[in-house]
């Protein structure tokens, strides 16, 4: 499935590794998480409790996903963001727990973040679901 998409800036260009390169820049969790659409535990991600202004990015392109200022404490376990860096993210329907769910990927390298739900805060009312080992947080100035 192709996954491109719009900016501010012009067109995000796809980034194509092999299977091979992927299992070299990534750790084996990180892999399974964000090449096989695996989900980390609950509660198991240091980013979980991550405070500090900045950004999070994509573990597998670092393409900025989450700014700071959206990320909220859901209770689940998970990052949970209720808006996205429009246009860094490509959604797709999930049937794997036999209920249609919302999936979303990097739209840089496709690589697998969670899910979205119809739970969150104000004012998108959108819960981004992610898994702690897709993202990289880079501190904001003053944050590091």
């Known amino acids: 499935m192709p996954y491109l998409a719009l900016a501010n800036h012009g067109v995000i260009e796809k980034l194509n590794l092999t299977k091979e390169q992927w299992r070299k820049k ?18 198991s991600s240091e980013l979980n409790n991550e405070k500090r202004t900045g950004i999070f990015a994509c573990a597998g392109c670092e393409l900025p996903l989450f700014e700071s200022r959206h990320k909220y404490d859901s209770g689940t376990g998970w990052p949970s963001f ?5 246009g860094h ?24 973040q969670g899910h979205i739900f119809n739970d969150g805060p104000k004012p998108t009312g959108l819960r981004y ?11 904001g100035e003053g944050d590091e």
Do not use: M
Not at 82 to 86: L, N, T
Not at 129 to 138: R, T
């Open 26 to 43: 990534l750790t084996s969790e990180q892999f399974y998480v964000l090449r096989k659409e695996g989900t980390e535990p609950a509660f």
């Open 82 to 86: 209720y808006d996205v860096i429009k």
């Open 89 to 112: 993210v490509a959604t797709k329907r999930d049937f794997k727990l036999i209920i249609p769910r919302t999936e979303y990927h990097c739209a840089r390298c496709g690589g697998h």
């Open 129 to 139: 679901c992610n898994n702690g080992l897709a993202l990289v947080f880079k501190p």
